[in-house]
């Protein structure tokens, strides 16, 4: 059976870092391209970033490049999201989920809450 | 970017009663491959977001058939032929033509 788990996050100081973990199991994880996609208190569903098999292609919301990087190794069948100069505006919960193509998520992780704070 | 729209935000149903869920493309979703990628996800109150429905109307395993997707280009339809208690959420389409978007989202609850 498919599983996702997410793991890293808490709270956290504005211009602070937190890296996120997702580990996969139950399907061949270097087979899918893997995506973060987060949701803020009480609003709606945001695809963070995402990435290939391979790790070739990597692609971001505008509101988080050059501050997020996304990663993976397939040997430890994990996905990464490297969060820097963490803002406010990031405080959501944080979801690992498993992209066949083009957005048509199959599987989704518990998520997991960072909470950006003084 | 594309912007996706749903309507209605808010959805109060009758038990047993059908519901649709209506959402908007700013541009069409017809890829060039042929394909429109444009999904449907629930999100029951406390849980991870589930996917219903992939590229219009393609159901998933274990979803109920009184869930049905529709549409083509800018307008696509979520219909539930008989809301149950189970069904109450919110839903939200995604279009993944386009880079990713999604809808607003729209709180499906019982009267």
């Known amino acids: ?4 788990v997410e793991s890293g996050g808490g709270l956290v100081q504005p211009g602070g870092s937190l890296r996120l973990s ?7 994880f270097s087979n899918y391209w893997m995506s973060w996609v987060r949701q803020a208190p009480g609003k709606g569903l ?7 098999q391979d790790g070739s292609e990597k ?3 505008d509101s988080v490049k050059g501050r997020f990087t996304v990663s993976r190794d397939n040997a430890k069948r994990s996905l990464y999201l490297q969060m820097n100069s963490l803002r406010v505006e990031d405080t959501a919960v944080y979801y690992c989920a498993r992209d066949p193509g ?3 998520w199959d599987y989704w992780g ?3 809450l960072v909470t950006v704070s003084s | 970017d594309v912007v996706m729209t749903q309507s209605p935000l808010s959805l109060p149903v009758t038990l047993g009663q059908p519901a649709s869920i209506s959402c908007g493309s700013s541009q069409s979703l017809v890829h060039s491959d042929g394909n ?3 999904h449907w996800f629930q999100q ?8 219903l429905i992939y590229k219009v109307s393609n159901r998933d395993s274990g979803v109920p058939d009184r869930f049905s997707g529709s549409g083509s280009g800018t307008d696509f339809t979520l219909k539930i032929s008989r809301v149950e208690a189970e069904d109450v959420g919110v839903y939200y389409c995604m279009q993944g033509t386009h880079s990713y978007t999604f809808g607003q989202g729209t709180k499906l609850e019982i009267k």
């Open chain 2, 36 to 38: 429109t990628y444009l």
């Open chain 1, 22 to 28: 997702c580990t996969a199991s139950g399907f061949t």
């Open chain 1, 1 to 4: 059976e498919e599983h996702l």
């Open chain 1, 59 to 61: 692609y971001y919301v």
């Open chain 2, 44 to 51: 029951r109150p406390g849980q991870s977001p589930r996917r």
């Open chain 1, 102 to 104: 083009w957005g048509a």
């Open chain 1, 46 to 52: 945001e695809r963070v970033a995402n990435m290939n």
């Open chain 1, 110 to 112: 518990q998520g997991t």
